[in-house]
């Protein structure tokens, strides 16, 4: 059974830093590439984020550019986004999920994504 789960959220002033974990387990870590996504209120889920399986592609969405880093370990089956200089727009409930690629890129669109964590929430105050 595959079982994704986020961590790491919580709240913070805006200009801070939060570093978002996502553990993977039921699955081969490394034939997956893995992604970001969030949900503000109100608003369509969008991706943040994403990296390949082996690591060397990553994308990110322009908003985050330059600010958001992500990272994996494939040895911890383990996902990371180091969000730094966050804006109150950066609030919203933040979510991972496998893709099963090894094509060796990775893309936002949801349906690529069969797995994906409850989420964990970021709330940057201004």
């Known amino acids: 059974q595959v079982q994704v789960v986020e961590s790491g959220g919580g709240l913070v002033q805006a200009g801070g830093s939060l570093r978002l974990s996502c553990t993977a387990s039921?699955?081969?870590?490394?034939?997956?590439?893995m992604g970001w996504f969030r949900q503000a209120p109100g608003k369509e889920r969008e991706g943040v984020s994403c990296?390949?399986?082996?690591?060397?592609?990553?994308s990110y969405t322009d908003v985050v550019k330059g600010r958001f880093t992500i990272s994996r370990d494939n040895a911890k089956n383990t996902l990371y986004l180091q969000m730094n200089s966050l804006k109150p727009e950066d609030t919203a409930m933040y979510y991972c999920?496998?893709?099963?690629?090894?094509?060796?890129?990775?893309?936002?669109?949801?349906?690529?994504?069969?797995?994906w964590g409850q989420g964990t929430q970021v709330t940057v105050s201004s």
């Open positions: 990296i390949s399986w082996s690591g060397y592609y990553t």
């Open positions: 039921g699955l081969t870590f490394d034939n997956y590439a």
């Open positions: 999920a496998a893709d099963r690629d090894t094509s060796g890129t990775c893309g936002f669109s949801e349906t690529r994504y069969p797995y």
